[in-house]
Nanobody, 127 residues
Framework: QVQLVESGGGSVRAGGSLRLSCAAS????????MGWFRQAPGKEREEVAA????????YYAGSVKGRFTISQDNAKNTVYLQMSSLKPEDTAMYYC????????????????????WGQGTQVTVSS
């Protein structure tokens, strides 16, 4: 069973930066795919970014491309989301997700693609 623990959320002013971390445990051997999603109050969960730990390919939602960067540290089984130039509309609960299956351009953004989820970390951006 894969366990995911997020950290790094907080409150910042617009234009600020935060780095989220997601530490994965409970699996061995095969690489897994990992992603970040977010959910604001009253809205559906939406994709933010994802990374294939097998080949390092990264994927981003259009709303965060150029501002957010997803990266991995395989030695620590940790994935990061560096968020810069934050906007009030980035305010949400951010969730880490993982799956043993590969992701690609056509499915990385699908909530149903991921079987494992963290508890979430809150990001609040004030204007």
């Amino acid at each position: 069973q894969v366990q995911l623990v997020e950290s790094g959320g907080g409150s910042v002013r617009a234009g600020g930066s935060l780095r989220l971390s997601c530490a994965a445990s409970g699996y061995t051997g095969r690489s897994i795919s990992m992603g970040w999603f977010r959910q604001a109050p009253g809205k559906e969960r939406e994709e933010v970014a994802a990374i294939s730990t097998r080949n390092g390919y990264t994927y981003y939602a259009g709303s965060v491309k150029g501002r957010f960067t997803i990266s991995q540290d395989n030695a620590k089984n940790t994935v990061y989301l560096q968020m810069s130039s934050l906007k009030p509309e980035d305010t949400a609960m951010y969730y880490c997700a993982a799956d043993r299956r590969s992701i690609d351009y056509y499915n990385w953004y699908s909530v149903s693609k991921y079987n494992y989820w963290g508890q979430g970390t809150q990001v609040t951006v004030s204007s």
